[in-house]
């Protein structure tokens, strides 16, 4: 299993044209395999996340095609958020370390911190912000609309609160950490994790059960 693990990573890390053979091969392993009880995994209807456009932190266009081929882990935030965002995305970190030990795991999962607050989250201000937590991390942002059409279909929740005096606003907003499986399915929901090692093992069993 390990081999054939290693294998798919490789598949995984090696571009589009490879990425489409391996999302063909992990839909394969599904078919064969019956779901276990894995907390806040969505099966057997993972949602198939739609085309939308983006761009990340350095200014480069990050659209479905940047999740498709690899693993993701998807949080909705904003740099201005005073506790919950922090702390997420240092426990986050956390996972990222763990998940980090294993042998090329580090090429086929990403951590994507995607910004509901465009207006002051330019890709300037994200790149300085995620770099804080991992130097890999990727910020992502853009127009209201493109961001609506990716929360609105992944059901995440987001909206700007009435300013203070000074026109200081904060953003109400949901904070699931999503799990976007290689063929660009939101395979996991995790709702309230309860630490970065649980997050890990939960995550850890839904691949098993999706490469086999
Ligand atoms: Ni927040």
Same mark, same amino acid.
């Not at 078919?31 to 761009?55: N, S, T, Y």
């Not at 479905?64 to 690899?70: A, C, D, F, S, T």
């Not at 090329?104 to 951590?111: A, E, K, L, T, W």
């Given at each position: 299993?390990?081999?054939?693990?290693?294998k798919?990573a490789?598949?995984?890390a090696?571009?589009?044209?490879?990425?489409?053979?391996?999302?063909?091969?992990v839909?394969?392993?599904?078919?064969?395999?019956r779901?276990?009880?894995?907390?806040?995994?969505?099966?057997p209807?993972?949602?198939?996340v739609?085309?939308?456009a983006l761009v990340?932190?350095?200014g480069?266009?990050?659209?479905?095609?940047?999740l498709?081929?690899?693993?993701?882990?998807?949080?909705? /935030?904003?740099?201005?958020?005073?506790?919950?965002?922090p @702390?997420?995305?240092?426990?986050? +970190?956390?996972?990222? *370390?763990? #998940? =980090?030990?294993?042998?090329m795991?580090?090429?086929?999962?990403?951590?994507v911190?995607?910004?509901?607050?465009?207006?002051?989250?330019?890709?300037?201000v994200?790149?300085?912000?995620?770099?804080n937590?991992?130097?890999?991390?990727i910020?992502?942002?853009?127009?209201?609309?493109?961001?609506?059409?990716?929360?609105r279909?992944l059901?995440?929740?987001?909206?700007?609160?009435p300013?203070? /005096?000074?026109g200081n606003?904060?953003?109400?907003?949901? @904070?699931?950490v999503?799990?976007? +499986?290689?063929?660009? *399915?939101l #395979? =996991?929901?995790?709702?309230?994790?309860?630490?970065?090692?649980?997050?890990?093992e939960?995550?850890?069993?839904?691949?098993?059960?999706v490469t086999?």
């Amino acid at each position: 299993m390990r081999a054939r693990l290693v294998k798919l990573a490789f598949a995984l890390a090696a571009g589009t044209l490879i990425g489409v053979g391996a999302a063909a091969l992990v839909a394969s392993r599904i078919d064969e395999a019956r779901a276990p009880d894995i907390q806040g995994m969505l099966w057997p209807e993972p949602k198939v996340v739609q085309p939308f456009a983006l761009v990340d932190h350095r200014g480069e266009p990050f659209t479905l095609e940047q999740l498709k081929g690899r693993w993701s882990f998807l949080f909705f /935030g904003f740099t201005h958020c005073p506790d919950v965002c922090p @702390t997420i995305l240092s426990m986050l +970190d956390k996972v990222a *370390r763990e #998940l =980090g030990k294993e042998p090329m795991s580090n090429r086929d999962v990403q951590f994507v911190f995607v910004s509901v607050d465009p207006e002051r989250d330019t890709p300037e201000v994200l790149a300085k912000y995620v770099g804080n937590f991992n130097p890999d991390f990727i910020g992502v942002t853009g127009a209201n609309e493109s961001l609506t059409s990716l929360t609105r279909q992944l059901g995440i929740y987001a909206e700007p609160e009435p300013p203070d /005096g000074h026109g200081n606003y904060s953003m109400d907003h949901g @904070t699931p950490v999503l799990l976007i +499986d290689p063929a660009g *399915r939101l #395979l =996991g929901v995790f709702q309230s994790p309860r630490g970065p090692l649980d997050v890990a093992e939960r995550f850890r069993q839904m691949r098993r059960f999706v490469t086999g």
